[in-house]
């Protein structure tokens, strides 16, 4: 892939600083991943990509608005289209507990414990099968827009991949990517922060190249300046 100044970007040769099932390492990663992984989410895009200028709070809202239309859109069809439908049981002493309808007898029956009636909501064929549908497509949306940003990250650090792996991390295994994720930013901030202490310059440690593609504009290369040849003249004789 080639850049605007001219310079070859490589394909990542580095991997992540823990495997993906590295979640004992990082009690609290992994704790907040498994419960609230929409917070977990919104932390690691804040602290990995810090000039974009958006908080914890909207990655987390953005990761969690495809669950919540598919909850609305559920509940909405549940409320147009459910209806009650009631049963009446009795408890007999021979036969247990029996369902009374216009087909049963009640002078049969050896009522021991009283009688009750249960209601429960009932609904067609079609939600009950778009439900789980609607689901699973709201999980899909959530893990491709997981995987985009990990893919960045992965851009952002050279670290080797591809982005149909990352969206199908975090379809099958969300939890664990995330908390994969939030291990090596804290590892590449530990870094740098020891590179700091010991006053070692900028120039000389390896800065992550900013992210190309995936829908995020590329930073604006700065040509260097030409610099000036030295000028030798023959001396004459």
Known sequence: MQRDDGRLLEEGTKQFSSGICACCSDADSCCLSCWC???????????AFRSQHRTCCRWAMLWVTPLVVVWMLNTLLELATGRHQCKFFCHDEKQGLVEVDSSVDLSSLEVTKGCFEQCYPVFPRWVEAFEPFAWIVGCIVVAVLAGRRRA?????????????????????????????????????????????????????????????????????????????QPVYSLAQP
């Open 37 to 47: 992984p929409c917070v977990q989410f919104g932390q690691n895009q804040e602290r």
């Open 152 to 228: 960045l990250l992965r851009a952002q650090h050279r670290i080797r991949g591809s982005l149909e792996a990352d969206i199908v991390g975090h379809c099958f295994c969300g939890c664990c990517s995330l908390a994969q994720e939030a291990r090596h930013i804290a590892h590449e901030e530990l870094v740098a922060r020891q590179a700091e202490q010991n006053g070692v310059p900028i120039g000389s440690v390896a800065q992550p190249m900013p992210p190309v593609g995936y829908g995020v504009e590329s930073a604006t290369p700065t040509l260097a300046q030409p610099v000036a």
